[in-house]
């Protein structure tokens, strides 16, 4: 069973950044995409960012130039570099294993996610 863990949510203000990271703790890490997602109150969980095993990355075009995913398979963990950040990135955002390599934005395709690190952005 893999698990996961986020940290590095927090409140700060517009423009500001803010670096998430994503350790897993069981599983393997390596050789599958990671990915993380964000779900502001009422709303679907939706799509931010993903990267292969081979660093390949897939960014939604609401955070593309702003944030950046990396990842360090030695430490098992994946990153989310947050800047020039909004109001409207405020969400709870959840990290989480893809079921295999390939790049991706659909929930369903992750079976393993983490419990989640609020990021408010205030104006």
């Known amino acids: 069973q893999v698990e996961l863990a986020e940290s590095g949510g927090g409140l700060v203000q517009t423009g500001d950044s803010l670096r998430l990271s994503c350790t897993a703790s069981r599983g393997t890490f390596d050789s599958y995409t990671m990915g993380w997602f964000r779900q502001a109150p009422g709303k679907e969980r939706d799509f931010v960012a993903c990267?292969?095993?081979?660093?390949?990355?897939y960014y939604a075009d609401s955070v593309k130039g702003r944030f950046t995913i990396s990842r360090d398979n030695a430490k098992n963990t994946v990153y989310l570099q947050m800047n020039s950040l909004k109001p409207e990135d405020t969400a709870v955002y959840y990290c989480a294993r893809r079921k295999d390599v390939a790049l991706g934005h659909n929930p369903s395709s992750y079976p393993y996610w983490g419990q989640g690190t609020q990021v408010t952005v205030s104006s």
């Open positions: 990267i292969r095993y081979d660093d390949m990355t």
